[in-house]
T-cell receptor
Framework: DSGVTQTPKHLITATGQRVTLRCSPR?????VYWYQQSLDQGLQFLIQ???????AKGNILERFSAQQFPDLHSELNLSSLELGDSALYFC?????????????FGPGTRLLVL | SQKIEQNSEALNIQEGKTATLTCNYT??????LQWYRQDPGRGPVFLLL?????KEKRKERLKVTFDTTLKQSLFHITASQPADSATYLC??????????FGSGTQLTVLP
């Protein structure tokens, strides 16, 4: 158990809908990362927050947004969902948010868009 | 463009043998490289980090080498066990100053 929690574990929704994925980092970690993993794309970095502020952005679609709250939990919002958004979404956390730190991954949210 | 390539999609070896996984990269100048293990449907788990000035690093049955001239890292598991079966990912710091992961090598250790 990494200490990172993600909810929900599974999500089934329809195209065009909006969903929110939630992540709680390990106790003491200030940085949260979001990744998308699909069969054909591998693990893709989406966005990073550090202590409430956006720190880095990867190939995150404009339909996706995220935020980190004062209690350090984070939410990833996915809107106008398309079939291709079906994937595993992982949240990871680290202490200080620098790239060489170990990242601790949560169990993931499996999203299926029908 | 930057690219991370991991050898073959799947590797099958016999229990007790040494598994060797390869990570090659182009258009990166990494100061370090990380290896993670991922089991099906679960999040990756950090295994080892090796820095550019370290030629080799060991942790129990794991050994990682890093050759910045060849732009390659090798990941070895000695005395492999069926429990070592998983996908192994290498990761480098990319242009967004974040970890960029390779597509992984799926290792199966046969009893």
């Amino acid at each position: 158990d990494s200490g990172v929690t993600q909810t929900p574990k599974h999500l089934i929704t329809a195209t065009g809908q909006r969903v929110t994925l939630r992540c709680s980092p390990r106790s003491g970690d200030l940085s949260v990362y979001w990744y998308q993993q699909s069969l054909d794309q591998g693990l893709q970095f989406l966005i990073q927050y550090y202590n409430g502020e956006e720190r880095a952005k990867g190939n995150i679609l404009e339909r996706f947004s995220a935020q980190q709250f004062p209690d350090l939990h984070s939410e990833l919002n996915l809107s106008s969902l398309e079939l291709g958004d079906s994937a595993l979404y992982f949240c990871a956390s680290s202490v200080g948010g620098v790239p060489e730190e170990t990242q601790y991954f949560g169990p993931g949210t499996r999203l299926l868009v029908l | 463009s930057q690219k991370i390539e991991q050898n073959s999609e799947a590797l099958n070896i016999q229990e007790g043998k040494t598994a060797t996984l390869t990570c090659n990269y182009t258009n990166y100048s990494p100061a370090y490289l990380q290896w993670y293990r991922q089991d099906p449907g679960r999040g990756p788990v950090f295994l080892l980090l090796i820095r550019e000035n370290e030629k080799e690093k060991r942790k129990e049955r794991l050994k990682v080498t890093f050759d910045t001239t060849l732009k390659q890292s090798l990941f070895h598991i000695t005395a492999s066990q069926p429990a070592d079966s998983a996908t192994y990912l290498c990761a480098l710091e990319g242009s967004a100053r974040q970890l960029t992961f390779g597509s992984g090598t799926q290792l199966t250790v046969l009893p």
